[in-house]
């Protein structure tokens, strides 16, 4: 906290203090004593304390910021610079204590030891330069804003520049003592010093100077308006009044007038000049105070960051996601291969041992149909070998070789139909699983119909090769499908049960055992008519153009190996397609099926 001083009256009213920042560049403890009389006599008229405070820029900053302030005496350069953040408002100026004008007080003087010649301003660039401080008006900032109007930078232009702080007195030692070729001063300082006997008459000089008429002293710049009391935005206008007439009440001559060095206080005067040099000097309201704007977007640039930082790690957390969920999905896509791969491979050995079964049982119609030529050969070729006498050996040799070659036939063909023949593997499995396993098989043809077949299935365990009857309902399924083709909502219906039912009218059973379970496949196709569901178990009867005829037959062996039957019936009449409307097979398997 800066330094403080109270100067109050001990019957003033119990009222909070009036507080006044002085601006000081020069000793504390002077400063508070120069100002202690203006403070008693502000009480006084007021009747309430009054706090001065003797402050540097640095600290008179922060008192601004903080609100720590009513009043503020200083520069008309620092005066105006508080005006945009914080509402300062100009009451009074000083009457400087030699009489001079109030709006033009303040100047700057460039003092080097008497002999000593500067014919320009680009001439100092050579030159040993000190100054008190950068934010000193009457000496540094009025000066610099000389240079700037004649397009030079005191801080590029002139290297030999340093500041040494206060006194102002100090700078003029440094001159005495040859340490400095030139001393930025405000005007007046020289001839005060040289009028206090500091140093003898005509020990230094001022260059670069103006025509000041009247002013009372040498100035190398333009002049610009005195001290000035102001009033911060959080101040009441009632108590600014009081304040103002309490001091424009101040007489010269008096106490207060004497000890603060100034004569009295006038109205504000115009401070345009002010603002020209801080418009010369890129200073607000010319050039954006980052500090503050700096202080004022803190808090949206950490909401900013904070979301940017939640942001990142969202995205941190979705790629993480999707890098498992990659992963998944490629676990996903391995497991279907594998399943496409297995159900291919199924696919093959089912179409495989499909051929096969066909092979088989065109063998043995060919067979069937080749065998009775053949025993007519034989019979006719044995009535001519009775009837030939003892004398006709030549044709009996011949006829002789007729027999051999049928033999040799009829031995070829039974050879070819025992090696298409597939042996029986019979395994206890899951039926209902087995018609769900084949409905997989043909899933490319159910889609192909956009078909979504109705099941009703009981969950039965039997004894049965899987393979075989797989080629079962494979046919049977593909037969409906195809005569489904051309339906518009086409329907499918399979139902598994262990009910046992009276055999249909048509269903050819030569000695099958007890059923006990039923298989039932339902479509709602064109179904058969009636010459067609006759011969439907017959070989090489066939009602697609280019179908072999085999595909019932094959499926009646399979059935019938497994001691069962299959049947055949046309569901109801309709005039969808003649008087016919679907088609039910039914398979009945005998056996003892156990629930699952």
Not at 12 to 25: K, Q
Not at 218 to 239: C, D, I
């Amino acid at each position: 906290m800066p330094a403080q001083q109270g100067a109050s009256l001990a019957n003033v009213s119990a009222s909070g203090p009036v507080r006044i920042g002085i601006l000081s560049f020069a000793d504390e403890e002077a400063t508070l004593d120069a100002w202690r009389e203006t403070a008693l006599h502000l009480e006084q008229q007021l009747r309430r304390p009054v706090t001065v405070l003797a402050l540097t820029p640095a600290t008179l900053d922060a008192a601004v910021a903080a609100g720590t302030l009513d009043f503020f005496i200083s520069n008309q350069f620092v005066a105006v610079g508080y005006k945009k953040d914080w509402g300062a408002s100009q009451l009074l100026t000083l009457i400087p204590a030699d009489g001079r004008e109030p709006d033009k007080a303040v100047g700057s003087a460039l003092v080097v030891r008497a002999g000593t010649r500067v014919n320009s301003w680009k001439a100092l660039s050579s030159q040993r330069i000190v100054s008190s401080d950068p934010r000193a008006f009457g000496g540094f900032l009025i000066f610099a804003g000389e240079m700037a109007k004649r397009g030079l930078d005191p801080q590029a232009d002139l290297p030999g520049l340093s500041f040494v702080g206060f006194p102002q007195t100090s700078l003029l030692s440094k001159l005495w003592r040859n340490e400095a070729d030139v001393a930025i001063l405000p005007a007046c300082v020289m001839e005060q010093a040289a009028a206090r006997g500091d140093f003898p008459p005509g020990t230094f000089d001022v260059v670069l100077a103006k025509d000041s008429a009247g002013f009372g002293c040498a100035v190398s710049s333009e002049l610009y308006p005195y001290t000035a009391l102001s009033k911060l935005g959080q101040t009441s206008g009632k108590l600014a009044t009081q304040v103002a007439k309490a001091l424009l009440g101040v007489e010269a001559g008096s106490r207060a007038a004497l000890d603060g060095g100034y004569q009295g206080w006038s109205v504000p005067v115009n401070d345009n000049r002010v603002f020209a040099l801080k418009h010369l000097l890129r200073e607000w309201p010319f050039q954006t105070n980052w500090q503050r704007v700096a202080n004022a977007a803190m808090p949206w640039l950490a909401a900013i960051g904070l979301g940017l930082l939640l942001g990142y790690l969202h995205h941190l957390r979705i790629k993480r996601l999707v890098v498992k969920r990659t992963e998944a999905l490629v676990t996903e896509i391995d497991q279907h291969r594998a399943t496409q791969k297995a159900f291919n491979e199924q696919q093959r050995q089912f179409y495989r041992a499909q051929r096969v079964l066909l092979t088989g049982e065109m063998a043995s119609g060919i067979s069937h149909e080749l065998k009775q030529p053949l025993a007519g050969i034989r019979y006719l070729t044995q009535g001519c070998l009775y009837r030939l006498s003892e004398d006709e050996s030549e044709i009996k040799t011949a006829l002789g070789g007729v027999l051999s070659q049928v033999d040799r036939a009829q031995h070829t063909i039974d050879r070819l139909r025992s090696f298409c023949q597939q042996p029986s593997c019979y395994e206890l499995v899951r039926v209902d699983k087995l018609i769900l396993d084949t409905l997989s098989l043909i899933a490319p043809e159910l889609k192909r119909l956009k078909l979504t077949p109705a099941l009703e299935l009981t969950k039965v365990k039997a004894r049965l090769d899987p393979a075989l009857m797989t080629q079962v309902l494979v046919n049977v399924l593909l037969n409906a499908l195809d005569a489904m083709a051309e339906v518009a909502a086409p329907e499918l219906k399979i139902v598994l049960d262990t009910e046992t039912e009276t055999k249909s009218a048509t269903e050819t059973d030569s000695g099958a055992g007890h059923c006990q379970y039923r298989i039932r496949i339902i479509d709602n196709g064109c179904g058969l008519t009636p010459a067609q569901l006759s011969r439907l178990f017959f070989p090489f009867e066939s009602t697609k153009s280019d179908g072999l005829g085999l595909g019932m037959v094959i499926c009646k062996r399979i059935v019938e190996e497994h001691g069962g039957s299959i049947s055949a019936s046309n569901r109801a009449t309709a005039d969808a397609c003649g008087d016919i409307h679907g088609l039910e097979i039914s398979i009945c398997l005998p056996g003892s099926p156990t629930h699952a």
